[in-house]
Each structure stands twice: as structure tokens, then as C-alpha cells.
């Protein structure tokens, strides 16, 4: 996969030399070059952003240099195959999900626009939309400086995907988020040796070598653990994917099911 970064500031993406991304890098799994939006301005100060038309506060990102920039990195883009995603960090984007992760490891080019200030000039993406998939995006319900740490995000959620990047195949299957197999729930808590540490044991049966009996632990341990940090996650669950003993604890921990099937709450619950 080959990804592209423009930004004001290139230190910023050092990270991308790092870890689970620089290692993929370095095996030539990953082909990421950052450039300098800087590099495509003419004047003295090498100016980016001037401010808002109508008025309001702080400035807006000119649309010349980033549409010399976009126009020289996504210059090699062909019909077909080679065809690049934009993807433009901005908080008024679509919720980053992992299912948007996957679909974004499946495409060979991903090419980023991380800005600062106000945002980049409207005509900007409208202008490269009309080429180029744009997937404007957000990380979550606050608001940042800049795209450039959303970008080290998304660029770690999509390199673990590709193939060969994450060692071990299975790891990708129970994750949090992962569509299908642990049923949209929180993954539970995990342990290792010491059995003892601090007069704190390791649950007996994660020791017991019951393969059985440790899948049903680890999936009582994500109900507890998804009821108490995303109950929307659970009340958005496919009643299907609910098996008895689901059922038992959820009702233990005051869920009830709806006339749809679904589970909510129970009224008693709530109150409390
Ligand atoms: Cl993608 N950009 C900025 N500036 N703030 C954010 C964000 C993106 N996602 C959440 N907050």
C-alpha cells in the first residue's frame, strides 16, 4: 500500500518511523512518503492560509498550494487500479470505524490532507471528489489543533490489517470492533505470569486448561465489560448472535429483552 501525507508539519508524522507502521515500512510493505505543503507555496513567507470569506474567526487553508500539491502527488494516478482515496481528517467528518479501517486496507493509495487552522477552502475537496474518492473523516466527539495525530490514528488502525503486517493472523479476529466473531462486544481483561502478583491471582480458570470453560469466561468478562463502558453497543446487539448463557448474565446485570428482541435496560436498572 502506498500512502501519501501532506501537512505544514512533517515532524509531526516522525512516528510513522515507529513500531508495527515503521517495521512494515522498513520490510517494504507499506511505501509512505510525507511532504511539505510548504514546498508548493511562491510567495516569501510561504503562505497556507488567509482568512474566512463572511467573516468569523481564525483562518482557512488557501485551496492553490494544496491543488499544486495534490495535483503533483496524485500525478502518477491512473484510471482503474492505481486510483488514490483522499482522505481528509476534519471533526466534521464521518465517524473513523473499524469497518472504515477495513475498507480503506483493501485500496492500494491512500493519500491524507491533514490540516491546521480552520479547515482547507470547500472548493479543495469538491474539486478532488470529482476525481478521486473522498472520504473525509473524524476520530471521535472533540475537537483537535490539527488532522496530523488523526492521521498517525487512522494510518495504525489500516497498516495492522494488511496482510503480513500483524505476525499472527488470528489477532485480528477477536478485536474489539471486528465485525462478526465476538458479537460487537469490548474485549475483556488479559493476564499473564505471574499467577500470583501481589497476593493477586490469576482468575483459576484461565489456568485450568478448559478450552470450553474459558471461552465462556472471556465472553462473560466482554458482557460485563461492554454493559458497563458501551451499553449502545449491546443494545444495538443482533439478538441472534445471543446464546442461553448470554442471556442469563445479561438479565443478572438488569438487562431485560424487548418485545423486538433486543435488549435494553431494565426499567429497575435505569433508575438506579
Ligand atoms: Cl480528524 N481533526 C481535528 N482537527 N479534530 C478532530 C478530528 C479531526 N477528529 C476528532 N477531532
Redesign the pocket.
Known amino acids: 500500500m502506498r500512502i501519501d501525507v501532506i501537512t505544514i508539519f512533517p515532524e509531526y508524522l516522525e512516528p510513522l518511523n515507529v513500531s508495527l507502521v515503521g517495521k512494515a515500512r522498513a520490510r517494504g510493505q507499506l511505501d509512505v512518503r510525507v511532504h511539505n505543503l510548504r514546498d508548493w507555496t511562491h510567495d516569501r513567507h510561504n503562505t497556507v492560509d488567509d482568512s474566512p470569506f463572511g467573516g468569523g474567526p481564525g483562518m482557512v487553508m488557501k485551496p492553490e498550494p494544496w491543488g499544486e500539491a495534490l495535483d503533483a502527488v496524485t500525478a502518477e494516478a491512473e484510471e482503474g487500479e492505481r486510483r488514490p482515496v483522499l482522505v481528509v481528517?476534519?471533526?466534521s467528518?464521518l465517524p473513523?470505524t473499524q469497518e472504515l479501517a477495513v475498507e480503506l486496507s483493501e485500496r492500494p493509495w491512500l493519500v491524507f490532507t491533514?490540516?491546521r487552522y480552520e479547515g482547507i477552502d470547500r472548493r479543495v475537496i469538491e474539486e478532488y471528489g470529482d476525481r478521486f474518492d473522498v472520504r473525509e473523516?473524524?476520530?471521535?466527539?472533540?475537537?483537535?489543533?490539527?488532522?496530523e495525530?488523526?492521521v498517525l490514528v487512522i494510518v495504525e488502525a489500516v497498516a495492522r490489517l494488511l496482510p503480513g503486517v500483524l505476525g499472527n493472523a488470528e489477532s485480528h479476529r477477536d478485536d474489539s470492533f471486528a465485525p462478526g466473531a465476538m458479537a460487537d462486544l469490548l474485549e475483556g481483561p488479559v493476564y499473564t505470569k505471574p499467577p500470583v502478583w501481589r497476593e493477586r491471582e490469576v482468575p483459576e480458570v484461565l489456568l485450568s486448561g478448559h478450552h470450553g470453560k474459558v471461552a465462556r469466561f472471556r465472553r462473560d468478562e466482554a458482557f460485563r465489560r461492554t454493559t458497563a463502558n458501551r451499553p449502545d453497543l449491546i443494545e444495538r446487539c443482533d439478538p441472534a448472535a445471543l446464546d442461553k448463557a448470554d442471556r442469563a448474565l445479561l438479565a443478572e446485570l438488569g438487562w431485560e429483552e424487548l418485545p423486538d428482541g433486543r435488549f435494553g435496560r431494565s426499567a429497575s436498572a435505569v433508575e438506579e
Open positions: 481528517p476534519t471533526p467528518g473513523f491533514p490540516a473523516v473524524s476520530i471521535g466527539d472533540y475537537v483537535l489543533a490539527g488532522g495525530a488523526p
